[in-house]
Structure formats: C-alpha cells, structure tokens
C-alpha cells in the first residue's frame, strides 16, 4: 500500500542532502515508507539503484551493525541511506554527522 499523503510531504525534501527521519508509532507503515521512498528517487529522480541501501536491523544479515563504525563502514560509499530501527545503533549520531560531512 502506497502512502501518497506521506510521500507528498516527504517530496519536497528527496534528494536533497538533509537528513530525513521518520517517527511514528510502532507497525503505523514507516518501514514501508522507507522502501517508497527509495523507489520514488530510483524512478522520479533518476537515482542510480546501486548508490542506495536498505539496512534494517530487524533483519539478521543486518546484526553486525551495532556501533556507530559499523554503520559508517557499512553505509560510506552510498548516497542515499536508509536505515530502519536506528535506535538499535550505538552512537548512531556519530556515524550520521561523520556521513552528512562527506
């Protein structure tokens, strides 16, 4: 299911290098969010697939990231970074300071 009222509020932010982040309560659809988001800048805004990632750290492939390292290890040579229950993290906010100066 799209959502459309979100992403028209999202819109006016993609592709810019701002820092984006989604709050709202548990199973309301952020995850699925996140992924139209993702679709909507690979086929609006001509975003190459290859530069975005998807990490959602209720997956199992993605339980090595659990410090602020290994998200920026994981996620540096990227553009457009999704990352779903980032609370998870340790120190998250010195990854995404680290990243939004590259």
Do not use: W
């Not at 992403?7 to 982040?21: A, D, E, G, T, Y």
């Amino acid at each position: 299911m799209k959502r459309e009222k979100y992403l028209q509020k999202i819109r006016p932010f993609m592709n810019q290098s701002i820092i984006k982040v989604l709050i709202g309560q548990r199973r309301s659809g952020k995850s699925m969010l996140l992924i139209d988001c993702k679709a909507e800048l690979i086929t609006h805004y001509s975003v190459d697939e290859a530069s975005c990632i998807v990490i959602n750290k209720e997956l199992i492939e993605f339980d090595h990231i659990q410090t602020y390292k290994d998200l920026y290890d994981a996620v540096v040579s990227y553009t457009h970074i999704f990352v779903d229950e980032i609370q998870d993290i340790k120190e998250r906010e010195k990854a995404i300071r680290g990243l939004q100066a590259v």
